[in-house]
């Protein structure tokens, strides 16, 4: 069966310390890859996906992430956080050609960052 | 508004009551996800739809769950005979793509309904 697996699940961080979030898949072919985020009081919203092309992704808010299909990871960077960042993360997997529609999505990591 | 709405946005149902749950889509949106998310998990997968058609139902945990989305809009998941364990947020999600697919697409989501069985 296909699991998502987020390392840490909660972090605390000062404002500009720089930001990576682990996310690993199990699933041997091919997969659409998801960050989402849920700022305190809001609804999960997307961060960044990957599909295909460049594995190195970007998204909003200065958010990156990047694909290692030898690693199965897809973790989530950013240089530099700020306060507004602190929110929940979740890594989601969607695997091609197993004739599911599932999104698999990880425990999610909640982040807290301190002015 | 423009983004997918949920109603109720709170449920307290007695042991083995029936409940149903509504989601509104956005408009246009071929794909429609469910998904039930325990405290301190992530989302987790409970049905698919694909305009009416309901694709991929392997999430449901028993046969007391059911989903259904007669036109391709506005979909209601069912759980009959509510138990304890059935107390979780339930998030309904849209999509203007497919999913399991290549082309790309990007789930929006509701703002949930938390059910609690009492």
């Known amino acids: 069966a296909q699991s998502v697996s987020q390392h840490n699940h909660h972090v605390i961080l000062s404002e500009a310390a720089s930001l990576e979030l682990g996310c690993n898949y199990s699933?041997?072919?091919?997969?659409?890859l998801f960050w989402y985020v849920q700022y305190p009081g809001q609804h999960l919203q997307l961060l960044l996906k990957y599909f295909s092309g460049d594995p190195l992704v970007k998204g909003i808010k200065g958010f990156e992430a990047e694909f290692i299909k030898s690693k199965f990871s897809f973790n989530l960077r950013k240089p530099s956080v700020q306060w507004s960042d602190t929110a929940e993360y979740f890594c989601?997997?969607?695997?091609?050609?197993?004739?599911?529609?599932?999104?698999?999505f990880g425990a999610g990591t909640r982040l807290f960052v301190k002015a | 508004g423009a983004g997918v709405s949920q109603s109720p946005r709170y449920k307290v149902a007695k042991r083995g009551q029936d409940v149903a749950l509504r989601c509104d889509p956005i408009?246009?949106?071929?794909?429609l996800f469910w998904y039930q998310q325990a405290l301190g998990q992530g989302p987790e997968f409970l049905t698919y739809?694909?305009?009416?058609?309901?694709?991929?139902k392997s999430g449901l945990p028993s046969d007391r769950f059911f989903a259904e989305r007669p036109e391709g809009s506005v979909s209601t998941l069912k759980i009959q005979r509510t138990q304890q364990e059935d107390s979780a947020v339930y998030l309904c999600?849209?999509?203007?793509?497919?999913?399991?697919?290549?082309?790309?697409?990007?789930?929006?989501f509701g703002p949930g309904t938390r059910l609690t069985v009492t």
């Open positions: 408009s246009g949106h071929v794909s």
């Open positions: 989601a997997v969607n695997a091609i050609g197993t004739g599911g529609f599932k999104t698999i």
């Open positions: 699933y041997g072919g091919t997969v659409n």
């Open positions: 739809f694909q305009n009416e058609a309901q694709l991929d």
């Open positions: 999600a849209s999509s203007f793509g497919t999913s399991g697919g290549r082309s790309s697409y990007e789930q929006y």
